[in-house]
């Protein structure tokens, strides 16, 4: 049993900055691709992120300007960094691990999620 635990949502005003932690694999961790999602309101899940064991990466377009994605192979953590947010990017966030087709497409039955984290960004 894989479980992740996301950490660092919040409120936050727009323009400003979040870095987010997902934990949990264990010794899986060196294997597992690891990956950012999101969920806003009222809104399919969405792909933000995703990275190999090797540092192999694929960020949306959508973010990819604004967003990082770091992997903490000795710290078994991943992170992703969020700049100059804006309130669209409200939503709760997830992290997902599995293979790289599931974490990145998101509907394998052998992908783990944990339970996301929530993100305000607003005055």
């Known amino acids: 049993q894989v479980k992740l635990v996301e950490s660092g949502g919040g409120l936050v005003q727009p323009g400003g900055s979040l870095r987010l932690a997902c934990a949990g694999p264990?010794?899986?961790?060196?294997?597992?691709?690891m990956g950012w999602w999101r969920q806003a309101p009222g809104k399919p899940r969405e792909f933000l992120a995703a990275?190999?064991?090797?540092?192999?990466?694929e960020i949306a377009d959508s973010v990819k300007d604004r967003f990082v994605i770091i992997r903490d192979n000795p710290e078994m953590k991943l992170y992703l960094q969020m700049n100059a947010l804006k309130p669209e990017d409200t939503a709760v966030y997830y992290c997902?691990?599995?293979?790289?087709?599931?974490?990145?497409?998101?509907?394998?039955?052998?992908?783990?999620w944990g339970q996301g984290t929530e993100v305000t960004v607003s005055l």
């Open positions: 264990g010794v899986a961790f060196r294997t597992l691709v």
């Open positions: 997902n691990a599995g293979t790289w087709s599931g974490v990145t497409t998101g509907t394998s039955p052998t992908l783990h």
């Open positions: 990275m190999t064991s090797n540092g192999e990466e």
